[in-house]
């Protein structure tokens, strides 16, 4: 909208005041249009695909979204006004959020993986991310909490781990693993004095089983086998399979003394290959 004046006819004191009217009613038009779109966009956001959640400076929950009551099991109206540590696991203890709410009180923001519950009394994952929201004298009037339930991300990573390290058939470590874990072993002998021992086996006329009762039963045979030689070490010991029919047992915390750590090695061997002679039966499936 414009105005166009006569410069040959002054305006009036009352044209004037019309005009001030005008543009006082045009400002909170203007103002007006401006706060329909920031609400549309914060709605936008508060509707993400991420949980959120806003407490006041005394940390009572004041809203939250569609995504974090998916996510939660709760409604909003059984949340509105209660403290956020009603989802608390018990996973965490109190040191934990003594550390997390110093970085937030000195930082203004924390960011990490908690472990919650649901309103169904299961524990989950969560990364998430605490921001305070302060006023213009640096007061907090309140703090957002943005969350997403990782459970399926960490559970792609497990398997992921699981592939990476362990053998799929048996569940044991792998080379790569076993390989890891004797650098550590080493290490710590060398520290503590304490000797290591490993032992290779591998299964007399395995491939002749496999040829005449088939790669099933062979298979079998050799889950059966992975689970006896863990039945005869001890908790800080390591059985992996290399491939094939190929097993190490890796034995640490032996004897400082080289004969009677020998002694030691010798007794797990003959116990564990008095374990593997026995008898295996078809009804293993």
């Not at 996510?71 to 696991?89: D, H, L, Q, W």
């Amino acid at each position: 909208m414009a105005f166009y004046l006569d410069k040959n006819h002054p305006l009036s004191q009352q044209r004037i005041s019309q005009f001030e009217h005008y543009a006082q009613l045009f400002q909170l038009i203007l103002e007006y249009s401006q706060a329909q779109k920031e609400m549309q966009i914060a709605k936008v956001i508060f509707e993400s695909q991420q949980g959120i959640l806003v407490s006041d400076a005394e940390n009572r929950i004041q809203r939250v979204n569609q995504t974090f009551c998916e996510i939660t099991g709760y409604s909003a109206e059984e949340v509105i006004g209660k403290n956020p540590c009603m989802f608390r696991s018990g996973l965490q203890d109190s040191k934990f959020y003594r550390t997390m709410w110093a970085s937030i009180n000195r930082t203004g923001k924390w960011e990490g993986e908690i472990w919650n519950r649901r309103k169904s009394g299961e524990h989950y994952p969560e990364q998430i991310t605490i921001t305070a929201v302060k006023d213009g004298n640096g007061i907090v009037e309140n703090y957002v909490a943005t969350l997403m339930d990782i459970t399926q991300s960490k559970a792609d990573t497990d398997e992921i781990e699981r592939l990476a390290y362990y053998d799929p058939l048996t569940g044991l470590p792998n080379r790569r693993l076993l390989l890891d874990r004797l650098k550590v072993a080493i290490s710590a002998g060398d520290r503590s004095g304490k000797n290591c021992a490993l032992l290779f086996l591998d299964m007399d006329n395995f491939k002749t089983l496999n040829d005449t009762l088939g790669h099933g039963v062979g298979d079998l045979l050799l889950q059966q086998v992975g689970k006896r030689l863990e039945a005869c070490v001890r908790n800080c010991d390591t059985v992996a399979r290399l491939g094939g029919d190929e097993f190490v047992v890796m034995l640490e915390e032996l004897s400082e003394s080289g004969i009677e750590a020998a002694n030691q090695a010798e007794a797990i061997g003959n116990k564990i290959l008095y374990s593997l002679n026995q008898p295996y039966y078809r009804d293993w499936e």
